[in-house]
């Protein structure tokens, strides 16, 4: 693929430098609403793929919003559209030729463009689900506030949020995944396999590494969001069905603890926990142990630096566990001359 | 079966009122090691069942230790041992003849009996795992506490702890599940489905009430405690294999958010999750609302009379979720007379 | 003092072997409402003494309720009665003759005897304060439960919670401290040097441990419950006047870092923290190396043996720092024979 | 003062438009190392005034390093130069004119300009203090980490991390308060009042908001960080003596539950907790209500709206509360036109 000014950077990302598909040659599969049939909610090793893929190929996916499309306009009750835990719809699981326990697979983010007719995004108050409001774990004896949707244009500019504000189109894909050993887990729930991180920075440009815990890899992908702030505060993002564009790569013998990203002028890891403490200690601890053992850092100079250059990315503290990336710009990480 | 004067309190428990089978016809099945035969470490609808037993049957099960017997000698390493996450094997699933969601199954443990040759139990310090220590959750920097082992005498009366200390025998079940709808959960973490709740009261003589989410309930259970202290500090209890002989009934239409207990003198409602608080508040949300729905208390009354004498147990704070168990005793449900 | 078979184990306490004054010639002070004259709601070193005593002395003290008398009956509420931070009024600061900062005060709680005209003891619920609703801290949009007032008859027997239910009358002092060496903290928020620690393990028949950071020690005591459950669930007990009877000692030397405290049967380390984990973590550190320190026991088999034989109590996880109390039976710490 | 193209912002500031003191006439006060004589360790309403000034007034203040001076080169251990809770010195308390309880003041930080000889920056790893270690509350049985300690040259355009690594000079003030009404709270503890925030975006360019809860509202300030990464990681900036610049306007009737900050482009509420998901919640609700009540929003929208374009900063997760600033861009807050 010809590089542009916006991704020449890919030629020198962690993925282009130790990947093994990552070249010209890429095919393009397309992942379909028909070829996907049904959608999953659950990410495990127990569901039959969809699709298999050599590393370096190129995907097309067609990804349903949040709510299966169930919401279909502003007097849609979720509590009457939706059950349990039948929400947030992956495709997948796909196969990485190749991919075994200890690797890493790399899923470039290439573009993401809105599907279907306007208004096309959807944002909902939840009872009991979101930042304000008791729920199902942070037990009260509260009445739920207020039911609320919203139906919300989406194009590839901009998403109107109301009359009064209109915000840009900033798409990134909120659930990403590769399969726990054993495990088969909702797809609400974000942990160290990857799952319902909702970071703003897993968009176009980005380039995620997700761990390899069975034969194959297992990707599943779903959750575009129009936009989002940090830690999606009422539980819902601008929820909307997208057609993304991915390119997948294998890196051998890179094991992975916890899911990382890379973009254009940072790195960044990232942890999945409760309480919020947790979340933002293991991606630091990650993002240290990262910068020793491939930047030559010594640990304590990593640990001490962090303390006054690190950035923290807020991804969610909605959903079952919460999640939050810890970056470094790389001009700190250059060798010293 | 006849009730001795321990026992007759069962006549009078939830499960006698409102089970189907809970009769004096019980079957008496065996689940040997041999019958087992592969123990499982995910709780979920996609592993076959060994058993099926209609309401009221008892069951006598072989357990295996929290370490599936890999922890022979004081000298031996549990990183060199075990493999995660391969621990916690559980004996299961039994299928639970006209179990269906929305219905919940009670499990009596009628006895539970030391296997194999002393000393049959097993404490460890794993690294990085327990409470006072940094954790794969709680990550720091921290070198790791010493690996220890322990092993330990145990028989129908007595923990031989050390020279020093002897404990008495309190033996209970650490793992006792339902199958989730769609997820499989690692043995080790409890959540809303029972799971690794290490809560010391879910011995024999109480009654644990699970709900049913998939047809057949696939009920689970392992990971017998000879005693446990509050919180299971170092993330261990005294590990044995055991017999347990369990009795299991339907109750049709009692839909369960969470697990409840049952002992002679008191009802408990159990939660699990992190931070300890969030634990705590389940566990109690489900207490006022179990009092309103069953013995008659207005909300608030419940709510502030709770806050006078209400008992809590913590089961552990060092699995992946923790679990708080909140009691009242029964005398003070009784109805105004 | 003469000692009773119920008090015979004072003469074994720790406060016995150790303190300066535990003798037979204690003088009685009185500390009444006329001679407190201004209750007060912080606790620190910039309050003028009302008191002092010699090590051994005993005290009978006057508090007033955690509302201070302002509820009168079931139709005042408490936001048009109370003003915050003026509420959990204390007695004191009472100084200990000879008490330097290093040492530990002992306090022996001798008595309770409730004061006043019944219905002498209230409870209430208070919009956003309590476990089971959103508070000033876990922030939420809801609108608050229901306010409300329950005027109880308590008296040395019995508390009637209501026609239906009747508790036993089970006495212990909510807030107990001394004060930090240069922080003024209010009398709601428990910490290292005591103060809203909500236990009811503190009545009479305990005596607790307490750090001095000051000269004299500076002693508070007030909020006398009646009885109260684990947790504090609504966010108050049955809080009434009472006439307490303390005896004071001093232990030369003892440098604690958190309080302490000693039955007949048990010691307890106490951590007041959030999240609750942490007041738990505190609590069990705290406990490992005491009995590392004092009762010589390798560390590390304290640790594994408290995951046998711990016992927790919640006090509150609804005061601005949760309490917890981590013990130990005093069968278990016998030297080895 | 002239307003150049940076500070025309101010004139449209909220401190402008609902200020009594924002003209023309400052008067400038020092508030020299000598004037100041005693730093303080704790914020609260009984220490003397060393300064008094009118709404507008600016002051020039000479604060000291968090060490106080005390960590001079690499050698110097922490734990053999400072003593707990003398660290963290603070300027002040200086009484504004004319404050009430129930107004708030204005602090816009003009400028900060490092003292003293370089390396006058000051980086340490303190045992049992920082995010990736257990830590007194956070309590486990681990050794210390290393404690260690690294001096960097600071001027007004760079901060020399390393022979490697030079970091922007990003001056902010971390310890910013008014007093609380009864309470004394040590310098290392941000709450309510305002305190240890350690918020980067708290620079020059800012205006934060207090709150006034005793007469002549007490502003106390100090803890400048010529650097700081999201977090403050391993619990200290680049710490260093610094002369700031400050600009004090007076709020009459705005009542704050919590401190506010105001920028050219965004506006952030603040809100200082454990756990982190606490602090979280309170900002983000302090902010829905703030949009609320002047800026024209519905509540819902305003909530729904921020889980779209809200941004959140880590200030710390390493002192005894964690802070979280919740913020919204200006451009969003524009009136429907």
Redesign the interface.
Known sequence: MARTADTAWLDKSIAAKRGTGWGDKARLHELTEATQGKYL??I?P?SDPVLSVTPGDRIRVETRDAFEGAIRNESDKPTERLRM?FVNPQNGPIMIEGAEPGDAIAVHIESMVPRGQNPCGT?C?IPYF?????T????????P??E?T?KIHVDEHK?R?????T?PYSPHIGTLSTSP??????SLTPDNHGGNMDLPDMGPGSITYLPVRVPGARLFIGDAHA????????????EYPSTTTIRVDLIKGWTL?WPRLEREDFIMAI?S??????A???A???L?LWMEAEYGFN???A??????????R?GN?VDPK?TVG?AIPKK?L???S
């Open positions: 909610y659950t495990g127990y835990p944002c108050m979101g930042a304000l409001t008791g199902s774990l942070t037990a009260t004896l509260h009445d506030l207020p609320l919203r998403v949020w109301s009359e009064r504000v915000l050993e054993i495990d088969s887990i909702n936009c989002q702030g940090d830690g999606e505060l009422c539980g819902t993002a601008v603890d942890g926990a409760r309480p919020l403490e947790d933002t200690r293991i630091y601890r990650e240290v640990r304590w100079d640990y001490m630096m962090l303390s006054q250059c690190g950035k923290v807020l503290f919460y810890a700190y250059a060798p010293a």
